[in-house]
């Protein structure tokens, strides 16, 4: 796949490692000059620094990994998706990793609603992400949720590609809530039948 990844912190720098050691092209962009990025990325051929404004025409798919901040500037920029996949890896905390209140939606709700033009599927945010270099192929179990069947299986395989077991939470509005900062599947890695147990648990209270 081609992946274009929005944000060169911590958490894009490692899923563009993973992404890239799991065999994909990855383009990946700040909010500076690619040429920043020029020696972060240099043992992996496969990871290209480019302008932001580009990410759109050279990828198939995107993902959102910048501070929640700086979501709605991000997005406004990127304009148009056009159907693409939008992977939203954002946590809606502050500098203080203090909860921001959305109101009661699930952060990835908020960022369809921000982008309707995109397919957005959450993933990526429920654990430690350096785990996505450390525990590849170790079966660990990654979250996702979406409201687009085709945009799921996409993020699933990538998921798999990566040595992770995807597993998939519901839509944004059930999964999302579940996957959010403080949601009863954030904050550390889960097995499936403690993931089921949750799930199920959850789906009842909506009955």
């Given at each position: 796949m081609k992946i274009g990844i929005i944000g060169a912190g911590t958490v894009g720098s490692v899923l563009a490692r993973s992404m890239a050691m799991s065999g994909h092209e990855?383009?990946?962009a700040n909010s500076r000059d690619?040429?920043?990025?020029?020696?972060?990325?240099s043992e992996f051929e496969t990871v290209h620094p480019v302008w932001k404004d580009d990410l759109k025409s050279v990828s198939e798919i995107l993902v959102?990994?910048?501070?929640w901040k700086?979501?709605?500037k991000v997005l406004e920029e990127l304009g148009d998706m056009g159907g693409r996949i939008l992977i939203d890896v954002t946590n809606n905390v502050d500098e203080s990793f203090d909860l921001i209140d959305l109101g009661g939606k699930p952060s990835s709700m908020v960022i369809q609603e921000l982008v309707p033009s995109a397919r957005v599927v959450k993933a990526?945010?429920?654990f430690k992400i350096s785990r996505y270099l450390d525990d590849r192929g170790k079966g660990i179990i990654s979250f996702l949720a979406g409201d687009d069947g085709q945009a799921l299986e996409t993020v699933s395989n990538l998921v798999t590609s990566m040595g992770f077991i995807p597993y998939i939470t519901g839509s944004l509005s059930f999964g999302g809530r579940l996957m959010n900062v403080k949601g009863r599947l954030a904050g550390k890695a889960r097995s499936k039948d403690e993931a089921d147990s949750i799930v199920r648990e959850e789906a009842a209270k909506e009955t």
């Open positions: 990855v383009y990946i690619p040429g920043t990025l020029s020696g972060v990325f959102l990994a910048v501070r700086d979501t709605g990526f945010n429920t």
